[in-house]
């Protein structure tokens, strides 16, 4: 999507981790938001969300992947763009990870937002559904609050409503990646820096010989 000369920025990833306990609890009937906190770097964007997911029976629909601002409380407030979607009937069983590229820009530097995974669209009942992968660990956060759920029209921190798992494990985390890019535009004119600042140098270098 970018050229190879343009550098991915971290701005969460704990994909390195092993889901705990293997996959968080699936979403039920009537279920749709979960939001995962980052925090933005000095570019401003969102260019991929990368995802631990796993199929529960034969899903069907888009999994809508948003960046949401704050509310100023530590809450989503409203969705600033829309990275990609994940069709879920292509989950497997088993879970694995799934990358959506798609860059949404304009965003606040070194502020927090949230990737805000919205299941409007996915036909969800009692033997169809899906999990998200979870970790206990702040590994690879960046200083990150915990995973949101919306249980009505409350949001509220995932351990929260697990409890002690097994073994007492309390999954806080999305398990997930996002990356930013230094933008093309921002390339360009960085480059046009260095032409202008060569010629000026050029020219002085003449003047200075006559």
């Not at 088993?94 to 937002?113: F, R």
């Not at 960046?142 to 409350?154: M, Q």
């Amino acid at each position: 999507m970018f050229g190879a000369d343009v550098r991915a920025g971290v701005l969460y990833d704990n994909t390195f981790l092993p889901p705990q306990p293997p996959f968080g609890p699936r979403l039920d009937p009537g279920d749709r938001f979960g939001a995962q906190p980052f925090f933005t770097d000095d570019s401003g964007n969102v260019s991929s969300v990368t995802l631990a997911l796993q199929a529960v029976g034969s899903p069907v629909g888009q999994l809508l992947v948003d960046i949401w601002d704050d509310d100023g409380t530590g809450v989503p407030g409203s969705s600033v763009g829309t990275v990609g979607s994940i069709d879920v009937s292509g989950l497997m069983t088993p879970g694995g990870l799934i990358t959506v590229d798609g860059l949404v820009s304009g965003l606040a530097l070194n502020t927090s937002y949230f990737v805000v995974l919205d299941a409007i669209g996915v036909a969800i009942d009692v033997d169809n559904s899906f999990r998200f992968g979870v970790v206990g660990p702040d590994d690879g956060t960046n200083g990150a609050a915990k995973f949101l759920v919306r249980v009505g029209a409350d949001w509220e921190v995932l351990d929260d409503l697990l409890g002690p798992g097994p073994g007492g494990v309390r999954a806080n985390y999305l398990r997930m990646a996002a990356t930013s890019v230094a933008e093309p535009a921002s390339a360009a004119l960085v480059l046009l820096g260095f032409v202008v600042t060569a010629c000026l140098r050029r020219r002085i270098g003449l003047h200075a010989a006559e």
